[in-house]
């Protein structure tokens, strides 16, 4: 996986079934809505993701898909974007949102 390969731990939430308990158990830096979760399942997993969580949320759109209301930043499906992102995110820096 792309984010492991450069160092990241990453950790599947889908289902969202559970994810609420895994957000309270364990802070996350990020986390990532990527090109295969459908819009419609996007939308519902920003709000559950917001009842629990306060890190930023990087939707990245699928072929069709338009930007997601709630999510923080707008990434386009570029590898070496979505890891400048995160590494900023990481780091403390405030990218702006796209």
Do not use: W
Not at 24 to 45: A, C, Y
Not at 66 to 88: Q, Y
């Amino acid at each position: 996986m792309l984010l492991e390969a450069h160092g990241y731990v990453a950790i599947s939430c889908i289902p969202k079934t559970g994810s609420g308990d895994l957000f309270k158990q364990t802070p996350f830096d990020v986390i990532i809505l990527g090109q295969s979760v459908e819009d419609d399942e996007k939308r519902n997993l920003v709000e559950a993701f917001r009842q629990c969580s306060s890190a930023p949320i990087i939707s990245v759109p699928s072929k069709d898909g338009k930007p997601i209301d709630g999510a923080d930043i707008h990434a386009e499906p570029d590898p070496e974007e979505l890891l400048s992102l995160i590494a900023n995110l990481v780091h403390g820096k405030n990218p702006a949102s796209r």
